[in-house]
């Protein structure tokens, strides 16, 4: 514990710390309990994973770009096969996109009850934190019956997928689904009638809508600060325009809205699943492969976490010439700066695990980008303190 | 001589070190077992805190070079040695505790207050700044459940006109127990006390995923087995004396009957401590203040009220 000036202290809070899986480090600048400022500091976790995918083919960096993450694996690769296609102009088979969005629904619902399970257990209700892995359990072998696999899925491929839905899959995936959809109106439940989740939660790391503009926030942290945006909507990559589902919003700004976001979306991504089985087109599940020619193109998705970009940029070989990506994580971690100033810091590892920080995707793109650009630091320096609040 | 030579027997074996150990391992045990049913697992089985003891014991201990040693090595210390003693002043067999005298009452419940000040210098002399913060928790909130925890008491000592352990259990004995007869008095001691074991929704001296173990941060091997033993004791001094105040009742004329029927009443009281615990999550420090003063402290002095105007007695 460090002394500043005016009696500020500095706590650590990282790079291995109880509440962060990953490794990323905070310096939280203390007056008492209350936090006036904070210093992020991620970058212990660089792979170097673009510089292999410009190493390999087309095909085998499916397998590299899963291993990214292993929450969103399948965000990932659907990302990266759109950017392929788009770029090498392939027309995917669309049982082959609704394959991938039931895969991928499937992965933001697991994803998203993960992400309730440690929210919870940082303000130390283990309970919950049991009882949402235990509906966990049955999502993952929803996953499993899928694909054969519980973290890296393997079924993305360039031009389609791997693996087929049959009908008796289908019957025991809604079987399933129905269990866990009774669990997650459970937990919602659980969270809006208890006293002390809300004390806790409850107007604790504000993020106000004009903010999370201010930082380009995406995904479920921006949609809890009251933006409506969902790339699924802007930008359908595979096949979003047939399902019907409604984009959450809540306009609290604080963790209670986010958690309250990420639980609606995993009963929306319910419906989508449902909707995708139900309606699931004949046709074959891979498409005619072409030759590369030189091109560039990006592809979008929604990722649990937000929105993830790929950059493909192709020649006459069958490897990428650049492989650029851009993960959620990077984007909302800043904001978690505004979140913290003016909170206390018991609520520190709450709010920072309350944007889904997944350090292990993001902390590649950190390292490139002081390569390039250095952006990293004047990110930080140009963020201004929270007005409004006295501290 | 006699009486000297049961007083040694009585602090190293029963009710003292030996017996407080194992029936506070127990405790710990059906603490663990409810709640990982409750949410779903399967519970260690019941020889596991002896386990972690012997294990902890074995194991190497590293002293920090910035810590103040006195104060690191004698605080698990004092607050073991001065629980064991407490569990002297508490009747198991009949209504006659091992070492009472009058105005013991007062005695037992300083050296329940011991161990939070243990805690607190643990912190401090372990130097960093995980312990610092959690011993400065554990201050807080000790000004805040010591209050409704000694009014409850008073209360009670109100109620049946006496500092003695040992009346308080006989008198309960007679006309029924204090669970009845302050019900409200009651409800604000098991707050209080969940705020003294330091479980949810108060565990926030060693909130884990805040400040790491606070106070315990810095320890490891025999220091660190020694609070695991104190956790233990802690369990089990704190239902005693909910079990000894507000349930002195029934006491037969058999001394294995009465002592079972305790250890029963215990472990009942050690049930709701966990129960409570597992289905609450953590306050934030200053919320922590508003079931302790605004609930325990005012029912507790509603109680008080209600027995010095005589109504309903």
Redesign the interface.
Known sequence: MGMCSRKVYSVPVGPYHPALEEMAFYKVYVEGERIVDALIKPGFNHRGIEKLAMKRSYRRNVQLFERVCGICSAAHTTAYCVAVERCLKIDVPKRAQYIRAVQAEANRIHSHLLWFGVAMHVIGFDTLFMHSWAIREDILDVVETLTGNRVNYSVNTIGGVRRDITPEMGKYILEKLNKVEKGTKYLIRAVKEDLTIKARTKEVGVLTKEEARKYCDVGPTARASGIEEDVRRADPHINYEDFDFEVCVEDTCDVYARIMVRLREALESIKIVRQAIKNLPKGPLMAELTVPRPNEDIGRTEAPRGELIYYIKSNYTNVPERVKLRTPTFVNLPSTKPMLIGDKLADAPQIIVSIDPCLSCNDRVIIIDVRTGKEKTMLLDEIIRRKGKVW | MVAQLLLIIGLLVYPGFVFSILYGGILIWIYRKI?AR????RGPPWYQTYADIMKLLSKETIIPRNAWRVGFIGAPIISIVSLATAMLLIPIWSSKPLLGFVGDTIVLLYLLTVPTFAIILAGISSNS?YG??GASREASLLVWYELPFWFSIATILILTGTLSVEKIVSIQATLGPNIIRAPLAFIAFIIAAQAKLAK??F??PH????I?AGPYTEYSGVLRGFFEINEALKWLTISSVTATFFLGWPITGNPVFNALLFMVKVALFAIIFAVID??????????AHWPLWKVALIIALIDLVRILAGIGV
């Open positions: 709640r409750m949410q779903g697992r700044p610092i913060v949810r929704p565990d926030i909130a884990e995923t805040e790491v597992i289905i609450n999550p953590r306050f934030r420090i200053e919320q």
